[in-house]
DNA sequence: TTAATACTTGACTGCAATTCATATTTTGAA
DNA sequence: TTCAAAATATGAATTGCAGTCAAGTATTAA
């Protein structure tokens, strides 16, 4: 039964796995529904049908099983992204879908967007997560003439920054869906194009990502409120 | 005894002003030994001198009363940024000098470094406090021509979380200090100047801040190890 | 002087992260 | 198959802190 890929699994490392995979798919289903500060290790323990300490054989702690929940959703969504991109001739415009879908899930998502509320932990988590993407894009479009910065770490560093403090703003209504555009054209001159062309980029139609890989339950609406 | 000015401060009056005064003080000295999470309530009551429940009376929580702290310092620091832009001619000079002083304190005053680990608490922060000068900055800027931005409140929030985030790679090493003038670079990009008289002002000589009021002790140097 | 009001206080409560002694499962050698 | 050593799982107990509140003290104004 065992498919020929791979070393054969022994019972402990099938379990080890198992255990890993519902610790983060639980933890990401509570931090979706409630929060990050609300949910308790004992939800998620409870929901991933282990021990409570079993978590801590897994996870340094609490912040550490969140943020490997967070990074692997993350990872879907710039695979997702890429799928898009590919299709794409001009390669500035590649970053700067990049950059305004990320900042449309995270204020659209409801998922998302009680990660906002942890805003330390996003920002550093897009930048590693999204990071080698955004890196080669931003460098390839650099190659191409379109962009012009010094360093595409130093740069993305501060996009992703700025993504989430625009995310966040409009998550809290202090800026409208409206206002993701200027913010990508924004971008694009923190890129170095000059603010004509940024807002021909910016402007041109998204194509939708690809439908997620059904897993959790509705990907959007309000999050209830705290605790 | 009582100068003519103001209505006269009755005991009760006094008090209050006392213990509030008290208490930021405190909160700010012992935040900038330890860091947000390793401050607690009791640390802060015991070093102002005051019950723990008294700063319940004052402020609503922790996480308040330490962002009253934190407040009071940014106004500090913004009013010292203003005592030196205010020599400036050009208009694109005075945000350019406010962001690296802004970014220049937070990775080297030891007080501030600590405050980095909780960003979202500071960058919304520094958008308020720094928010007035900054816009009102960027927008004489753009009324000379030197910027060229849509909405200087989106600008602003672009930039005030870019420097929170450019900050934080300094503090831990991911950044070096020299990064900094090419973030500026960028900054002032993202307002909307072509790169070549970004450089230009970016590398403009930056005169010194005037000396802090003194208040607390050593500025300088780094924090103590967490907990 | 005094009673009403406003403020202060720190012992106490509640809660959740983390630990750890014990129980269970897995493994490989006999 | 059997068994003991090693690896893992478990949840009751520990820990530590934010925040509450009943009782005490200071202030006010009549």
């Not at 890929?5 to 519902?22: K, L, W, Y």
């Not at 912040?63 to 001009?90: G, K, N, W, Y």
């Not at 920002?123 to 650099?142: E, H, S, T, V, W």
């Not at 139609?205 to 897993?215: D, N, V």
Request: glycine share 4%; charged share 25%.
């Amino acid at each position: 039964m065992n498919s020929a890929s791979g070393p054969p699994e022994t019972r402990s490392e099938r379990r080890r796995r198992r255990n890993r995979e519902a610790l983060i798919q639980a933890a990401y289903e509570i931090v979706s529904r409630k929060g990050i500060d609300a949910t308790t290790v004992h939800d998620i323990t409870e929901r991933a049908d282990v021990g409570l300490g079993t978590a801590y054989n897994y996870f340094s702690s609490k912040d550490d099983l969140i943020l490997a929940a967070i990074e692997q959703s993350m990872d879907h969504l710039a695979r997702r992204i890429e799928t898009v991109t590919d299709t794409f001739d001009d390669p500035a415009q590649v970053f700067a879908y990049g950059t305004r879908t990320l900042m449309d899930t995270a204020t659209t998502d409801r998922r998302w967007q009680w990660l906002m509320q942890r805003s330390e932990v996003i920002a550093d988590a897009i930048y590693r997560c999204f990071g080698p993407y955004a890196m080669r894009d931003l460098l390839k479009a650099r190659e191409a003439g379109r962009y012009r910065f010094d360093s595409a770490e130093l740069t993305w560093r501060q996009a992703a920054w700025s993504m989430v403090g625009t995310s966040l703003a409009v998550c809290e209504n202090k800026l409208s869906t409206d206002d993701l555009t200027e913010a990508v054209v924004n971008l694009l001159c923190l890129a170095g194009m000059d603010r004509a062309g940024a807002w021909q980029v910016a402007r041109r139609p998204r194509p939708p990502l690809p439908a997620a890989p059904a897993s959790a339950s509705s990907p959007t609406g309000r999050p209830e409120p705290a605790r």
